[in-house]
C-alpha cells in the first residue's frame, strides 16, 4: 500500500523565486504540511512560487503546488510573536535567503531552538551562512559564475555561455531535500532538531568534482569543451533535416563506432586511418565531427536515432519545451506519477518529482493557493487563535 | 555526535558515476556503505586525473573521490558462487543502489522480480539514462543524451551554432544525487509501513521535469515561448550577460536599478549612462548590443580581480566568470573548509571537494579514505555473513572473491 512517508510534519516554507519552493515542493509531494510563508510586502519576489488563484493545471504544475498559504510579517514585534508560536508547532523551517535577511526575519536556529529544540532549520544561501562572501548578493547566474560552474559550459575556449535557466536552483533543492531528510532520521533517535547551512555554490561544486580534481592534480583547467567527451569519440551534437534540429550521437565502443558508421551508410569511415580507434578518433575530434555531421544534416532526427540504437549507438534526439511534453518516453513515466487533485491528469503536471517509486510515491495533492488562503485554518485551528486575538495581532501588522 | 545516516546499510553494484555518487552522499552522512567491485575494477579507476598524468588505479582522482567512507569488498558476478555471496549480503542489508542496467541484472539472475521475490525487505535503487519501463526502456545513452532528451541542450548554447549539453559527466551526478534523495525517502517509508520498495530514477526525465520543469510548464501553458538558446546575454531584462574583461569574462547581472546606477557612477557618467533609451532593466534589452560596446570599452581593459573589488565595495552583484584555479584559492572556501583531504590508495595524500551542506549535530565527515580494490572483502565476507577463513579462502580459491 502506497503511504505518504512525511505525514504529520509540519514545514515552515519561506522559499523565494525557485531554489526554496522547490524544496517545498519535494516535501510536500510526499505529504509534508507545508506553510508557504509570504509578507505581503515581500510577495512580488516569490512570482514563480505563487501561481496561484484558479486551480488550473498551471497551478498543480507550480512550484506552489501541496501547499498551505499564509501571510505572516516576522520583521514586525507581533508577527515573530506569532512565527515563534508556528515555530513551536513545527518540524521544519527552511529559506533561501541571504543570511542578513533570514536574521530580519528572525530565522536564526539559535534562537529557535529555544522555541522548540526539535526544529529543523535549513538556510539554503548563495554562498553560506560564514565567510566573506556570505552576505555578497547574487543572482543564479551569476552564482554559477562565482563559484567556477560557468567556466566549464560553452564552447571550447569560450566561457561566455548563459544557462537558459538558473539551473543550479534545482540542484541546490535536491541537495537540500536530502540535508533535511537525513536530520529527520537523526531527530528519530535523538530527538533533538538542528542547523543545516548550504552554500548553493558549494553544493553545485561537488556535481563538477572532476574539473577541481583536474586542478587539485595536475594544475589543469579543464575549461569548456562544447559536447566533447574524455572516453568517447565521437561525442557530440550534429545537425539533422529541417530547422533548428540536431541528434546527439556518443560512441562508447568500436562495435558501436562500426554500426554508426554503417548506418550513415559510410562504412570506409569505420577504418579511415585518422578514425580507426578511440584513441585516434579522440585526437581527430575535428575533422571526426566535421565528417559526422555532414553525414547526418540530410537525415531526420527521430528516425535516425531509431536506426542507431537499434544497432546499439547511444543516440537521441535534441528535443525543445514542445518536443519534451511529445516524448513517447517521457509522457510514459509521467502518465504514472500520482495526482490524488481531482480533475488533474498526471500528463498536465510537467514538472512531476520524477522518481518512480510505487510505495511512497510523489503525489500530486492540490493546486497552489492564493495569497493568505489558508490563515483561517492556520491560525485558527494550529494555533487556536481566536477572532479577538486574531484581530489584535492583526492591528499590530503581524500578517503584513 | 552521531550521523544522521548510521545503521542504514547499503550495498552499491555499479559502475562509473551515478551509483557511486548516490552511495557517495549516504556514506558521507554515516550510511554503512559496501561497495561491490569486479575483477577489473571500476571504470573510474582508469578515468583518472592522475598525479603527473601517471596512470595508476589505486590513485585515479575521480574513483578516490566518489568512494569515501565506503568499504569495497572483490566479487565476480561472472561466477555462480559470486552471484551466490551477492544474494546473502543482501539479506543483511537495507538498501541495494545499482545502475547496470536491466540486461546486466538479468544476465546475473538478479531482475527486478527475482529481487522482489528473494529480498521483500530490500529498497532497490536503480539509476539510468531512460528509465527502467517505457519505450526507451533498452535505449543506449549517456549523460549527452539526458541533456538532449530533456530540452537542456537546446536552451543552452548560441543560437546560431550546435545546442550544449551539461559539461563534463554533471547528468551522471545529478543521477546520483536525485537517487540519494529518493532512497532516503524509501527509508523513511520502510521505518512506517516495513514495505521495501523499487525506485527507478532517469537521468533524462530529471534533466525534463526538475531542471527544465518550469520552463516547459511555461511553454506547455503559453505563459512564455518554448525557450531558445541565449548565447552570452538573456533578452529578458538588462544587464544579464556575459562580457570578456583583460583576463576572462565577467557576470553583468542585476534587476536593481540603484546597481545599474551605481556603476554607471563609477564609470564617471559617462554620456551613453544618461541616454533616454537605456533608463531601465526593460527598455535597456532592445539596445543591449550597443550598451555592451560601451562596457566593454570602459572595462574591457580591466581584470576581473579589479573590477570585483570595486563591484563589492559599491554593493553591485556583478560577479567574475572564476575558473576552477580561483576557487581552489577562494578564502570563502578556505574559511568554510569546503576542500579536504583524503587519501588515495598508497597512502598519499589528496584534496577533494568537501561537504555540499553543513548538518550542525549529525555532520558530513570524511571518515575513511576510498578503499583499495577488494579492501573489505574479507572482513565483509566474516563479519557481516559470518564465514570462517577457511570458507573465505576457498571462495578466494574457486575465483569468486578477490
Not at chain 1, 504540511?33 to 504544475?61: D, F, K, L, M, N
Not at chain 1, 560557468?150 to 543550479?168: H, N, P, W
Not at chain 2, 535505449?139 to 551539461?166: C, E, I, M
Request: hydrophobic share 40%; glycine share 10%; aromatic share 8%.
Amino acid at each position: 500500500m502506497a503511504i505518504a512517508p512525511l505525514k504529520g510534519i509540519r514545514v515552515l516554507d519561506f522559499g523565494q523565486v525557485w531554489a526554496g519552493p522547490l524544496l517545498g515542493v519535494y516535501l510536500g509531494d510526499f505529504g509534508a504540511e507545508v506553510i508557504q510563508v509570504v509578507s505581503v510586502a515581500r510577495s512580488a519576489v516569490q512570482a514563480t512560487a505563487g501561481v496561484a488563484g484558479e486551480p488550473g493545471p498551471i497551478a498543480y504544475s507550480s512550484l506552489g503546488r501541496n501547499r498551505k498559504a499564509i501571510t505572516l510579517d516576522p520583521t514586525n514585534a507581533a508577527g515573530q510573536e506569532v512565527f515563534q508560536r508556528l515555530v513551536a508547532a513545527s518540524d521544519i523551517v527552511f529559506d533561501n535567503f541571504s543570511p542578513r535577511a533570514a536574521r530580519k526575519l528572525g530565522i536564526t536556529y539559535e534562537l529557535l531552538r529555544q522555541v522548540n529544540s526539535r526544529i529543523i532549520v535549513c538556510s539554503m544561501s548563495a554562498a553560506g551562512q560564514s565567510g566573506p562572501w556570505s552576505d555578497l548578493l547574487t543572482y543564479g547566474p551569476s552564482l554559477t559564475a562565482l563559484y567556477g560552474i560557468k567556466s566549464l559550459l560553452g564552447y571550447a575556449g569560450e566561457s561566455r555561455i548563459q544557462e537558459d535557466v538558473a539551473d543550479l536552483d534545482p540542484t541546490a533543492a535536491t541537495y537540500a531535500f536530502i540535508a533535511v531528510l537525513a536530520a529527520l532520521r537523526a531527530r528519530e533517535r535523538t530527538g533533538e532538531g538542528q542547523l543545516i547551512d548550504m552554500a548553493q555554490g558549494e553544493a553545485g561544486l561537488a556535481s563538477l568534482a572532476e574539473a577541481f580534481l583536474e586542478y587539485s592534480f595536475n594544475g589543469r583547467e579543464l575549461g569548456p569543451s562544447g559536447n566533447r567527451n574524455r572516453r568517447m569519440a565521437p561525442h557530440g551534437i550534429y545537425p539533422c533535416l529541417g530547422e533548428d534540429r540536431w541528434i546527439s550521437i556518443a560512441v562508447d565502443s568500436e562495435a558501436a563506432w562500426h554500426a554508426l558508421c554503417g548506418v550513415l551508410g559510410r562504412p570506409d569511415l569505420a577504418s579511415d586511418d585518422r578514425f580507426v580507434t578511440m584513441f585516434r578518433r579522440l585526437g581527430n575530434q575535428d575533422a571526426l565531427d566535421v565528417a559526422i555531421g555532414a553525414l547526418t544534416a540530410s537525415q531526420d532526427a527521430e528516425e535516425l536515432t531509431e536506426r542507431l540504437q537499434a544497432t546499439g549507438v547511444a543516440a537521441y534526439p535534441v528535443l525543445d519545451s514542445f518536443g519534451v511534453i511529445a516524448n513517447d518516453q517521457l509522457a510514459f513515466r509521467r502518465a504514472g506519477y500520482a495526482v490524488a487533485a481531482e480533475g488533474i491528469t498526471p500528463e498536465q503536471v510537467v514538472n512531476p518529482t520524477p522518481w518512480r517509486m510505487v510505495g511512497s510515491p510523489p503525489t500530486v495533492y492540490s493546486p497552489a493557493r492564493p495569497l493568505g488562503a489558508d490563515n483561517d485554518y492556520v491560525y485558527d485551528t494550529i494555533l487556536g487563535m481566536g477572532a479577538a486575538e486574531r484581530a489584535k495581532f492583526s492591528a499590530r501588522g503581524a500578517f503584513g | 555526535m552521531t550521523s544522521a545516516l548510521e545503521g542504514l546499510r547499503v550495498v552499491e553494484l555499479g559502475d562509473f558515476i551515478s551509483a557511486a555518487y548516490c552511495t557517495k552522499l549516504l556514506a558521507d552522512l554515516g550510511a554503512d556503505v559496501v561497495k561491490i567491485e569486479p575483477p577489473e575494477g571500476d571504470s573510474t579507476r582508469s578515468h583518472g586525473p592522475f598525479h603527473g598524468d601517471i596512470p595508476d588505479r589505486d590513485a585515479s582522482g575521480l574513483y578516490i573521490y566518489l568512494n569515501t567512507n565506503k568499504r569495497g569488498i572483490g566479487l565476480d558476478m561472472r561466477k555462480a558462487d559470486g552471484r551466490d555471496i551477492f544474494d546473502r549480503l543482501l539479506d543483511r542489508v537495507d538498501v541495494l543502489v545499482e545502475n547496470l542496467g536491466t540486461e546486466q541484472l538479468d544476465t546475473f539472475g538478479f531482475d527486478a522480480t527475482a529481487l522482489r521475490e528473494r529480498h521483500p525487505r530490500l529498497i532497490v535503487t536503480s539509476i539510468s539514462v531512460f528509465g527502467r519501463e517505457g519505450p526507451h526502456k533498452h535505449y543506449r545513452g549517456h549523460g549527452l543524451q539526458a541533456s538532449a532528451g530533456s530540452s537542456v541542450a537546446f536552451r543552452t548554447g548560441d543560437p546560431a551554432r550546435s545546442p550544449l549539453a551539461k559539461p563534463l559527466n554533471e547528468p551522471e551526478f545529478l543521477g546520483g544525487l536525485h537517487a540519494a534523495a529518493a532512497t532516503l525517502v524509501a527509508v523513511l517509508a520502510y521505518e512506517q509501513s516495513a514495505e521495501a520498495q523499487h525506485i527507478d530514477i532517469s537521468i533524462q526525465d530529471i534533466l525534463a521535469s526538475v531542471t527544465s520543469g518550469p520552463a516547459i510548464a511555461n511553454a506547455l501553458y503559453g505563459t512564455r515561448a518554448a525557450g531558445t538558446r541565449n548565447g552570452h546575454r538573456v533578452n529578458a531584462f538588462f544587464p544579464w550577460t556575459v562580457l570578456p574583461v583583460a583576463d576572462g569574462y565577467m557576470e553583468f547581472i542585476t534587476m536593481q536599478e540603484r546597481h545599474w546606477r551605481h556603476f554607471m557612477e563609477y564609470l564617471g557618467n559617462p554620456d551613453w549612462a544618461n541616454d533616454e533609451r537605456f533608463k531601465d532593466i526593460y527598455s535597456r534589452v532592445p539596445h543591449a548590443a550597443e550598451i555592451e560596446a560601451h562596457l566593454v570599452s570602459a572595462v574591457g581593459d580591466k581584470t576581473r580581480a579589479e573590477l570585483w573589488a570595486v563591484c563589492r565595495e559599491i554593493g553591485v552583484s556583478f560577479q567574475p566568470v572564476n575558473r576552477i584555479s580561483d576557487l581552489a584559492d577562494a578564502d570563502q572556501l578556505r574559511y568554510r573548509g569546503y576542500f579536504q583531504e583524503t587519501v588515495d590508495g598508497h597512502g598519499k595524500r589528496v584534496v577533494v571537494p568537501g561537504a555540499p551542506y553543513k548538518l550542525s549535530a549529525s555532520p558530513w565527515e570524511l571518515r575513511t579514505p576510498a578503499p583499495r580494490q577488494g579492501e573489505h572483502t574479507v572482513e565483509v565476507l566474516r563479519e557481516t555473513l559470518g564465514l570462517s577463513p577457511l570458507e573465505v579462502a576457498d571462495l578466494c580459491r574457486v575465483g569468486a572473491i578477490y
